[in-house]
């Protein structure tokens, strides 16, 4: 999986190979200082509507600024913290920021401001007995609603019920959205659906790759916006590159786009000037 991973030399080790251990180790420490050192900063990427592209929310994506390693990716850092635990301290303050950015743009941008703001969750985060308290407090301290506040999770995370489980259905009861992230990719049933209060679907990259494909690789995001539309969720499909994918996206039924064609993940600040329209909530279903 390391080698898969290519950069992410990290993320997994075995026993035999001591020099990584001895470096996740440094990782995992240089990490647990990370935050009181200033050196993670957060930026947001929009979901935009389709066909128009107008910026409907943003989701926040952690960076870190390592002082000699630069720029480390999340898809590195995040199963360290996982592990860790540091995921909890890191989490909250990312979540903090974001709800305080999304109740400043409501403030200085009024109808114009992203409507919704996702926070990826993690299985760790859910297992906390704390972490729905964290984010009821988190909304109060912010004044962010609760109902603008979307948490990403994954099929993973709440595969099998358990405290993750519960932890979302208390973060729904609070009015948050939960979205489920790489849809399709997870250890997923499609009975989750039911024990799991779900509003929003993100379709993985691997399947939007296929929309342009052949009837065969499109089927599954097909058949994701098929289910979408029946159980009167939203679905937004992640990772789109070209305009040929959110054109055919728009055809398969999709309203809700993310992804390079449209726009990088961005500081907080290049945000504004994109948020031409009112992003009122999607009423497409
Ligand atoms: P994710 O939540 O599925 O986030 C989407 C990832 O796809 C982001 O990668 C984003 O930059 C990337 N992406 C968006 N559009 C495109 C596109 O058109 N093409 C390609 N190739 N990629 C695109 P990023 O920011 O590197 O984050 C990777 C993963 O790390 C996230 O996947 C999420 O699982 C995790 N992550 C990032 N930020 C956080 C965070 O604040 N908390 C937690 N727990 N996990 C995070
Ligand atoms: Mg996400
Ligand atoms: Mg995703
Ligand atoms: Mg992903």
């Known amino acids: 999986a390391a080698k898969e991973l290519g950069k992410s030399r990290w993320v997994e080790y075995g026993p035999e190979l001591d020099a990584h251990a001895v470096e996740h180790a ?9 935050l009181d050192r200033d050196e993670l900063f957060v930026l947001y990427q929009p979901i935009v509507g389709l066909p128009d592209g107008e910026v409907r929310g943003v989701e926040a994506l952690v960076r870190w600024r390592h002082p000699t390693r630069g720029l480390v990716s999340p898809v590195t850092f995040i199963p360290v913290a996982e592990r860790t635990g540091l995921i909890v301290p890191i989490g909250a303050w990312i979540l903090r920021s974001a709800c305080a950015q999304g109740a400043r743009w409501a403030r200085e941008l009024g109808p114009l401001a992203p409507w919704k703001i996702s926070v990826n969750a993690s299985a760790r985060q859910l297992l906390e007995p704390s972490f729905v308290a964290t984010v009821a407090s988190t909304l109060a301290d912010t004044g962010l ?3 603008r506040l979307t948490i990403e999770i994954t099929e993973t995370a709440v595969f099998g019920g358990g405290r993750a489980l519960d932890t979302v259905r208390a ?5 948050v959205k939960i979205a489920l992230d790489d849809f399709g990719t997870g250890h997923s049933s499609l009975g989750l659906l039911r024990t799991c209060p779900v509003d929003v679907l993100k379709v993985d990259k691997s399947f939007v790759d296929g929309v342009t494909g052949t009837v065969e690789q499109e089927a599954i995001a097909t058949s994701i916006s098929e289910i979408a539309q029946a159980l009167r969720l939203e679905a937004v499909a992640e990772g789109v590159e070209t305009a040929a ?41």
């Open 145 to 147: 609603d609760p109902t």
């Open 26 to 34: 440094q990782v995992a420490a240089e990490l647990s200082q990370a």
């Open 245 to 285: 994918q959110a054109d055919r996206l728009l055809e398969l039924g999709y309203h809700l786009a993310q992804g390079f064609h449209f726009a990088r993940p961005l500081p907080a600040d290049e945000i504004a000037p994109l948020c031409t329209h009112p992003a009122v909530p999607n009423l497409t279903h």
């Open 171 to 175: 973060l729904h009861a609070l009015g």
